[in-house]
């Protein structure tokens, strides 16, 4: 059912995202206003040897967009860089997102406004930087709408929205071992035994928080994540795997309790327990 809702999903948002795009010249803008939505893309200004920037999506009120694990239903955005000019690479961070649970199943999102930091490494440091992006995404309230933007930005010294993205890599989870010390970790992940490969996670989290756990997967993998016991136990369910897996298969693990998120990644075998 998910796997099926999910194609027909990815179907129908990838046949109407053309629509916007027809007779539309590349503009020369930094923002662009959407369905329920407005995008900027942001200047930061140089980090040593890299660039920063940020992509800014703000939603209009009761409306939410994805997350990059968008969960049972959703889509998440997609990023095309290569009209970018004197950009060797970009790699786009991830801030911690909320769980949200309808009719539809459980989905991973952001509402009100987000921003996405983005860390460029030019071609040529001595050379001038102009950031592109064409970007489509799902805005959704009761039904996913597709929405398209394109974006450019030259990337100057002392960019003017360097607090705005400062402030938005602050929340993009840091990278922590297995058991790692600290009030909020990932403590253990053990098979749950049973009939099917069913994975039990414990975690630390302050005292008075109630814990969130998304979990993530390659390609052609799904798993679901159960909300805490009264322990703060979670349990991860693997519902499908492609047949010609092998491994190991990296299962990558966000934990967030308040205003705190880490991430975590084990490995699994190929029928889907922990190594």
Request: hydrophobic share 40%; glycine share 8%; aromatic share 8%.
């Amino acid at each position: 059912m998910t796997t099926t809702f999910r194609i027909a999903a990815s179907a129908f948002f990838v046949i109407l995202s053309f629509f916007p795009a027809f007779g539309q010249p590349f503009p020369s803008t930094s923002s662009s206003q959407g369905f329920h939505s407005q995008v900027r893309l942001l200047s930061g200004g140089k980090q040593g040897e890299t660039w920063l920037a940020g992509i800014e999506i703000g939603l209009d009120q009761g409306f939410k967009t994805y997350w990059r694990n968008p969960g049972e239903s959703g889509l998440p955005p997609s990023f095309d860089w290569s009209a970018s000019e004197n950009v060797a690479s970009v790699e786009v961070r991830w801030p911690a997102p909320k769980r949200y649970e309808d009719a539809a199943g459980v989905s991973y999102v952001y509402s009100h406004k987000v921003v996405l930091p983005v860390v460029v490494k030019p071609a040529a440091a001595d050379k001038p930087v102009r950031l592109a992006l064409t970007i489509d995404y799902g805005i959704c309230k009761d039904i996913c709408i597709p929405a398209h933007a394109e974006l450019n930005v030259p990337l100057s010294d002392g960019g003017s929205d360097r607090k705005v993205i400062e402030e938005a890599m602050a929340k993009v989870p840091p990278r922590q071992p297995l058991g790692a010390k600290g009030d909020l970790a990932v403590l253990s992940v053990q098979s749950a035994g049973g009939d099917g490969p069913t994975l039990n996670v414990a975690v630390r989290v302050p005292s008075g928080t109630k814990p969130v756990l998304f979990a993530e997967v390659p390609d052609g993998w799904y798993v679901s994540t159960s909300t805490p016991d009264a322990d703060n136990r979670f349990t991860v369910s693997v519902d499908e795997r492609p047949k010609d897996a092998s491994g190991p298969i990296p299962l990558t693990l966000t934990l967030v309790a308040g205003d705190k998120a880490i991430e975590t990644q084990v490995s699994l075998d190929v029928s889907g327990q922990p190594r």
